[in-house]
């Protein structure tokens, strides 16, 4: 069973929720998170934000996320919870747990490092 979101008060129970849900989804999809320093193509990344933002809300079950996206899905909690840990460190105030989790997992991710190259696309 998949611990509720909302009830979290801190950056550091995000950051738990973060590792518990890679940890889990890795395991029921067999999969490895995407290799650290590759990025998604941008119709993936489009793809793969809205099938987070789907598990956030629980409009999806896991088992319906398309297996393309799952190791990103895996990678952007992963750095998701890295984060979570650096905002609990700095003592940043967090608001709406959910919302707190589609920025990290979302637009953080999306704005991280624009320099990588997406996989399939080097010259």
Known sequence: MRPDIEPMQSWNDLAN???WAAGIWRDQWCVMPAPRGTREDPILQKAV????LK???RAIEPDKVPS???PWILARLVFGA???QGFARH???LGNPIAALEIVLINEWNAWDKD???P???N
Do not use: I
């Not at 934000?49 to 987070?52: A, E, N, T």
């Open 17 to 19: 929720w973060c590792l």
């Open 49 to 52: 934000g809205l099938s987070v």
């Open 55 to 57: 598990l956030l809300r």
């Open 68 to 70: 393309k996206e799952r």
């Open 82 to 84: 890295a984060l979570c």
């Open 91 to 93: 003592q940043v105030p």
């Open 116 to 118: 990588v190259t997406p």
């Open 120 to 122: 399939g696309s080097e």
